[in-house]
């Protein structure tokens, strides 16, 4: 369940040892920590937004991947997984472009090795 990943990242971020401590930060109780994890009760857009911005984590990731929880069809449920993997495939690729395009402006005497970088990106 990606409610687990969230609630586990968050308390890592925040260097937190108990649930309760995230119950106080979202302003919620510690049994209902409990029951998002258990699946019972489910992050809802605003909290999963918090939670992801102080993981480090997208938002737009987070927001897809309690959707994904909410879902009963498993059909569904795989559709929101799939646009959230290419969610995160985009931004990897965006991220290899920048990461070439700075590398070559910065070494252009390299050029021949910058070429099979960025064919192996590609």
């Known amino acids: 369940m990606y409610a687990n990943y969230l609630l586990d990242s968050y308390k890592k971020a925040q260097n937190y040892i108990q649930d309760k401590q995230i119950a106080a930060d979202l302003k919620v109780t510690q049994s209902r920590i409990c029951e998002m994890r258990q699946g019972k009760r489910y992050i809802s857009d605003k909290e999963a937004v918090f939670l992801a911005e102080h993981a480090n984590?997208?938002?737009?990731?987070?927001?897809?991947?309690?959707?994904?929880?909410?879902?009963?069809n498993p059909k569904i449920k795989l559709m929101w997984q799939e646009i959230a993997k290419k969610l995160k495939g985009q931004n990897y690729q965006v991220y290899s472009a920048v990461l070439a395009a700075l590398t070559y402006s910065l070494y252009p005497q390299n050029h021949k090795m910058i070429q099979c970088a960025l064919c192996t990106l590609c």
């Open 57 to 72: 984590i997208d938002p737009q990731e987070a927001l897809l991947g309690v959707h994904a929880d909410r879902q009963e």
